[in-house]
């Protein structure tokens, strides 16, 4: 397949490393390489793209202002050298875009977010609206707060897991490195660099090495376990060298880089994703909200005749005809209690029945596979 190109991003995530973001041997912002991708992300929302950056830097910015030097960090120094430096880190991102009459939000988040369901569903559904707005969230680890066992340690898997999460159809790893070889090529002068990969095969993954070979924390292997989960979400990935100013403009211009294919889009794979999970409960539908979800709406509880099982908010549940007959499967968006309280109701009359707003569809259109 032929490599792709930035411009036909609809839903773009950049991933930036701290060696790009903040000088190594001063601790300070690189503010003209910020500037740039300022620059770059504004041509992208101008051209009606939404855009998501993970970014790294918040314990390097820390460190300086705490004059922790250049060693290793015990857990507690790091964790406080990214209290300090996540508010310049937002601040730096603030002051970059708003130039560009573009808002941006912090987004913090643990491995721990992601594997909880519930916490999943409400960063997506924040997500989503942020981006609704025109914002461009900044999201990066919650280190203040995360240990070895909630972290993603590297912030290539966690902007491969918040692509997935915005339903992103492309993402950009700015590196160290300007593609993904054959071999280390600071090793072996024969190693060949990859235009495209298609498929992730095991001889791909034996190129990779150990998690910790590769020219940057992690290597190859991190890249290419992210490489796994974005394309399996429908979001195609490009690894590139990111050091140059414009480093978006100098992919687009044809700069070294290797792009890893997604074979479906990402709402495709959403579904299929969906469609393959196994229901805790069943909601069963009269014929009017039938006929509504055949026409592509959401599942609101007026439509809903019976609930059946125990389940929490955001769990998979069968949807039923009135005859019983599944007609696919969604993520709910109350508890099976709550479900049951509301089933037959308005969405208008949902606060008084549970005495706090709750969202109008039990079950949204996009969080269903049918």
Known sequence: MAPLSLSDAKRLVVKIGSALLVDRQTGQLRTDWLKSLATDVARHKARGADVVLVSSGSIALGRSVLNLGQGVLSLEQAQAAAAVGQIRLA?????????????????????????????????????????????????????????????YGDNDRLA??????????????????????????????????????????????????????????????????????????????????????????????????????????PQTARKHWIAAMKPKGAVRLDAGAVGALSRGKSLLPAGVTTVTGSFKRGDPVAVEDADGARLGIGLVRYTSDEAVAIAGHRSSEIEPILGYPGRAALIHRDDMAL
């Open 160 to 265: 491969a897991n918040v692509a997935a999460m915005a339903g992103a159809d492309q993402l950009v790893l700015l590196s160290d490195v300007d593609g993904f070889y054959t071999a280390n090529p600071n090793e072996d002068p024969d190693a060949k660099r990859y235009d495209v990969i298609d498929a992730i095969t095991p001889e791909i993954d034996a190129m990779a090495g150990d998690a910790g070979s590769g020219l940057s924390k992690g290597g190859m292997k991190t890249k290419l376990l992210a490489a796994r989960t974005a394309t399996s979400a429908g979001c195609a990935m490009v690894i590139t060298e990111g050091s140059a100013l414009h480093p978006l403009q100098t992919l687009e211009n044809g700069a070294n880089c290797t792009w890893f294919t997604a074979t479906e889009d």
């Open 91 to 151: 601040r730096a991102y603030e002051e970059a875009l708003a130039p560009h009459g573009i808002s941006t939000a912090q987004i913090l988040l643990t491995l721990e977010d992601s594997a909880d369901r519930r916490r999943y569903l409400n960063t997506r559904n924040t997500m989503a609206v942020l981006l609704g707005l025109g914002v461009v969230p900044i999201v990066n680890e919650n280190d203040t707060i995360a240990t070895d066992e909630i972290r």
